[in-house]
């Protein structure tokens, strides 16, 4: 089973540190996608990427916030100067074409707690 | 964008049938149904989706409405494996944008 991959599963960080997510996609999706959840929340979309390029971002993701997805394979979600209400599940997702035509895979997250 | 209303919490017993109800009185003629559902410490899994017929596959049955003012997400017989949180969303891909906008679903419990 090749589905999607999060790495670290778990990240505590002291505040104001910088973190950095990983997640490698369903091998041949062209679509990378990245949520936040926060507890008894649905996950909030973050933003999209076509192959390597950044097409939406959400209002969410502040200049604290980047993204990136070099050559459209793996990509990286980095926080910056950490704060507690960053605490959260980072979910990755992936797909394959059209929404309407195939479902997103979703990774089993990065959960991280800023202390 | 349209929203989607659905129960916060359901039960059901083990093996029996559960019917899990969205309404979506907004939806647009281009909107698309997606169910997913979310087990607890993982990320989200896609169910099903349709557009306007019925829809089956392997997990379940997607029964939409006439009017498409609201669907229902049918589990055959349930098992304690099918306790999560269930989303109904809607998405217009024509309209350029892929997110799904998540609510905060029905969460199923599986009575043993």
């Known amino acids: 089973d090749t589905g999607v991959s999060q790495d670290p599963r778990h990240k505590i960080t002291k505040r104001g540190q910088n973190v950095t997510f990983r997640c490698d996609p369903i091998s041949e999706h062209n679509r990378l996608y990245w949520y936040r959840q926060t507890l008894g929340q649905g996950p909030e979309f973050l933003t999209y990427?076509?192959?390597?390029?950044?097409?939406?971002k959400s209002r969410l993701l502040s200049d604290r916030f980047s993204a990136e997805r070099p050559k459209g394979s793996f990509s990286t979600l980095e926080i910056q100067r950490t704060e507690q209400g960053d605490s959260a599940m980072y979910l990755c997702a992936s797909s394959l074409a059209a929404v309407t035509n195939y479902g997103y895979t979703f990774g089993s997250g990065t959960r991280l707690t800023v202390v | 964008d349209a929203k989607t209303t659905q129960p916060n919490s359901m039960e059901s017993n083990e093996e029996e049938p559960v019917h899990l109800p969205c309404n979506h009185s907004?939806?647009?003629?281009?909107?698309?149904i997606h169910w997913y559902r979310q087990l607890p410490s993982q990320g989200p899994e896609y169910v099903i989706h349709?557009?306007?017929s019925n829809v089956n596959n392997r997990m379940a049955s997607l029964a939409i409405a006439e009017d498409r003012k609201s669907s229902t997400l049918i589990l055959h017989r349930a098992t304690l494996r099918d306790a999560a949180v269930y989303y109904c969303?809607?998405?217009?891909?024509?309209?350029?944008?892929?997110?799904?906008?998540f609510g905060k679903g029905t969460k199923l419990s599986v009575i043993p």
């Open positions: 990427f076509q192959n390597e390029a950044q097409l939406e």
């Open positions: 907004t939806i647009s003629g281009t909107d698309y």
């Open positions: 969303i809607l998405t217009d891909p024509g309209a350029g944008s892929y997110q799904l906008t």
């Open positions: 349709g557009l306007t």
